[in-house]
């Protein structure tokens, strides 16, 4: 099955990271492919990125750290506290470990910002009592 272009370019840029912020980037890379599969993959300003309707995810590789960037993070970080920052609109959460990828907190922020890119509320409503 051919790779298309963008997925082609996302993984040059995976390849060229330190093992350690290969695996960082490999789980999140799966975490969120998991949760959005029809979601496309690419390489904007050297950084991969996500998008569905508009752009959802980047990573952030810095020396020492991988951070998972939400570009709607501010309107998601009231209701997940995992995710940091000031910026007017891009937000993020700083994912040390490959195992901190799969924890409760992120894959939840990863799903809210899937729904609010498909115009569906970025958090659940909550089920009524019977």
Not at 2 to 15: I, S
Not at 56 to 71: A, E, I, N, P, T
Not at 74 to 91: D, M, N, Q
Request: charged share 25%; glycine share 6%.
């Amino acid at each position: 099955m051919p790779t298309d272009p963008g997925t082609q370019r996302l993984e040059a840029v995976l390849a060229a990271l330190d093992p350690e912020r290969k695996a960082v980037a490999d789980a999140l890379r799966a975490a969120i492919r998991s949760a959005g599969p029809d979601l496309t993959e690419d390489v904007k300003w050297n950084a991969p990125v996500w998008s569905g309707k508009k752009l959802v995810f980047c990573l952030m590789v810095y020396d020492r750290s991988v951070h998972l960037g939400f570009w709607h993070g501010a309107e998601l970080a009231p209701h997940h506290p995992a995710i940091v920052g000031t910026g007017k609109s891009l937000r993020h959460i700083r994912i040390p470990t490959p195992n901190d990828a799969a924890k409760a907190p992120v894959r939840a922020a990863i799903r809210a910002a899937i729904r609010l890119d498909a115009g569906t509320p970025a958090t659940p409503r909550p089920r009524p009592k019977r």
